[in-house]
């Protein structure tokens, strides 16, 4: 599974676009169109695969955390080279949101990107410690 070299990231989707059921269903899919250059550097130069993901709902009533997904592969170039796309594998839904303003109230995510003002990055690390504590949230939902 992941290791202690594997990282964490959050990577948000207007569930209209693509939702957590979508890639349950799919099982796995290119993750492509980030259009930002920060965003496309954390891809290209620190996804690895068996890196995990919070896969966040934007957009959406509630947004938040909506379940795990897995980097399966190499990010590969878009046909425009100037971006890339990550491979991206289901791993599980939580029963229920993890909301943003659940997030917020977690005094142990105050550090946490995602809730930074200003912070819109739809791709973003993500520490161990702030990974674990929102799945846990995620599961006992």
């Known amino acids: 599974m992941s290791s202690a070299k594997n990282r964490f990231w959050l990577m948000k989707s207007e569930p209209e676009s693509y939702s957590i059921d979508?890639?349950?269903?799919?099982?796995?899919?290119?993750?492509?169109?980030?259009?930002?250059?920060?965003?496309?550097?954390?891809?290209?130069?620190?996804?690895?695969?068996?890196?995990?993901?919070?896969?966040y709902h934007s957009s959406a009533e509630p947004p938040g955390v909506a379940g795990i997904a897995r980097i399966c592969g190499k990010t590969l170039p878009e046909k425009d080279p100037t971006w890339v796309a990550a491979q991206v594998e289901f791993v599980e839904k939580f029963p229920e949101i993890v909301s943003l303003e659940d997030l917020k109230?977690?005094?142990?995510?105050?550090?946490?990107?995602?809730?930074?003002?200003?912070?819109r990055l739809s791709v973003q690390p993500v520490s161990l410690e702030h990974f674990e504590i929102v799945r846990k949230m995620g599961r006992a939902s």
């Not at 890639?23 to 550097?41: E, F, I, M, P």
């Not at 109230?105 to 912070?119: A, H, I, S, T």
């Open 22 to 55: 979508d890639l349950k269903r799919n099982g796995k899919t290119s993750w492509d169109g980030v259009r930002n250059y920060q965003a496309r550097n954390f891809m290209r130069d620190g996804m690895q695969p068996g890196d995990l993901v919070l896969f």
């Open 105 to 119: 109230k977690n005094p142990r995510l105050k550090d946490m990107l995602v809730l930074k003002r200003g912070q």
